[in-house]
């Protein structure tokens, strides 16, 4: 995050314009519509400022800018098109620690004007941190078309009701559980239709049927999938928006995490290998207790919490206690990451079967069925393996696979950090040393794999994350 995103009141606040322009005049129209009172620094005036002048709406000083004009000021916008003169009114600004904003300039900005998209009292703001203007304006245009004018008597409306919905409900959770209900309800359709008399009539019933009584909690077992934010399903991202606390694992991307609404509480579970911040154990009488606390409660897992993230413990320990809960799958990493990296799990010419297991050591052993692993036209998908590789390799073929056996490391499929490392059972654990990879990975072994080399489509920043293991065998 460049820039903090705020909301300045500027009621009544003096507030100056330096340039007299055509930029400069749609700054002081912005600024006039949030109720400041605005002085203009110019030498001349934009016709549309003149015009404002002759109304009364600005004061103007018909000059360069100078020090004196900061006297009693609030808030600065420079506008001009010489650098040097905006370069001056952001020291003098930044020097005397009033907010200062020059026009397409980030570098002297201590703030930067966003998109806006104005449905007062509700208002949205847009911002690239100055980085691509026309993006913010374009995604403006687009969320222009998708909320409604009426959203403003929505917002409005609401507010007249918020003190009164605070007076009713003792608990701050109920709250916010009655408008998340009501914002969803047939009293916004009531506001779309011009019905606000007979949407406030609604409210107040629904006020009127609510207990005062302490939040029923519950639990949400949902899956953020192998990591990249825009696989999440719309179910997910809506309870991710309702929870009050999270408890998430370490497979669960920060780009995933920062989507979890922002005052919910949060607490990492770890789940690393050899070392749990939390047992399982500890995870589900953690959700119990704070279920019991009326909390609604985000259990956040990589991937599917059905597959291998022990999503079944957890609900039969929340069922015990009669807990109520809902399932969320996700997109697991087998999925996710084949589909990422360009190799197919299955294919009529190459594998009829795909079978999932974990690579985890135990005693530095991996207790597996390598008999039924290593039957022909099958893709095997290998969950955490990464420290085992070389083991599991050297099992598969002394059980019988080819050490020719095309086979794949991936590291953080799906996401921008994404890297891919292909070969063969024999060379991949020698060529991921060399690649030092590091957890979250996912392997895959069988003939599709040869299939990367025409299908790979997701190229993460054209760098070299992605390595061409025939090529490396030709050097070597």
Not at 115 to 140: H, N, T, Y
Not at 345 to 363: E, M, P
Request: hydrophobic share 40%; glycine share 6%; proline share 6%.
């Amino acid at each position: 995050m460049d820039f903090l995103p705020v909301f300045l009141n500027i009621k009544n606040k003096t507030c100056l314009v330096v340039g007299g322009g055509e930029v400069a005049t749609r700054k002081v129209m912005l600024l006039l519509q949030a109720g400041a009172r605005v002085s203009v620094v110019s030498p001349e005036l934009h016709t549309e400022l003149q015009n404002y002048l002759s109304l009364g709406k600005i004061n103007y000083y018909a000059e360069y800018f100078q020090l004196k004009h900061l006297q009693s000021i609030s808030l600065v916008i420079a506008a001009t098109n010489d650098r040097a003169i905006n370069l001056q009114v952001s020291e003098a600004a930044q020097q005397r620690h009033i907010p200062v904003n020059v026009v397409d300039d980030p570098d002297l900005c201590t703030f930067i004007m966003p998109s806006i998209v104005d449905r007062s009292p509700l208002m949205i703001a847009i911002s690239s941190g100055g980085q691509s203007p026309v993006l913010a304006r374009l995604l403006r245009a687009q969320l222009e078309t998708k909320i409604p004018v009426a959203y403003a008597r929505l917002a409005s409306i609401a507010g007249q009701f918020r003190q009164r919905v605070q007076q009713h409900f003792e608990h701050p959770e109920k709250r916010r559980i009655f408008w998340e209900k009501t914002l969803q309800g047939p009293f916004v359709e009531m506001i779309l239709a011009g019905q606000d008399n007979a949407a406030q009539d609604y409210l107040l019933q629904s006020l009127r049927q609510e207990k005062n009584e302490p939040p029923q909690g519950e639990v949400y077992l949902v899956g953020a999938g192998p990591g990249n934010p825009d696989l999440l399903t719309f179910r997910a991202m809506r309870l991710m928006q309702q929870a009050d606390v999270v408890v998430y694992d370490r497979l669960v991307s920060p780009a995933i995490l920062d989507m979890v609404r922002r005052d919910a509480t949060r607490i990492y579970a770890g789940k690393e290998r050899n070392h749990h911040t939390l047992k399982q154990e500890s995870i589900n009488q953690l959700l119990v207790r704070l279920a019991q606390e009326g909390k609604r409660v985000l259990r956040l897992k990589g991937g599917d919490p059905f597959i291998f993230g022990r999503g079944g413990e957890e609900i039969e320990t929340l069922t015990s206690h009669h807990i109520p809960f809902q399932v969320v799958p996700g997109i697991t990493a087998a999925s996710g990451v084949a589909a990422y990296a360009g190799i197919p799990l299955t294919h009529r010419d190459y594998a009829q079967s795909c079978i999932f297991v974990t690579g985890h050591l135990k005693n530095n052993s991996i207790d597996l069925d390598w008999p039924f692993l290593v039957r022909p036209n099958q893709t095997i998908v290998i969950y955490m393996g990464l420290l085992g590789l070389p083991l599991l390799c050297q099992n598969l073929i002394s059980h019988g696979l080819s050490h020719n056996t095309p086979a794949a490391i991936i590291q953080q499929g799906t996401t921008q950090q994404q890297k891919i490392v292909t070969g063969t059972l024999q060379t991949l654990p020698g060529l991921a040393a060399t690649a030092n990879l590091t957890p979250p990975t996912l392997i895959i072994v069988g003939e599709v794999v040869k299939l990367h080399q025409n299908l790979a489509w997701f190229e993460p920043g054209k760098d070299t994350s992605r390595i061409d293991i025939i090529a490396l065998n030709q050097k070597n």
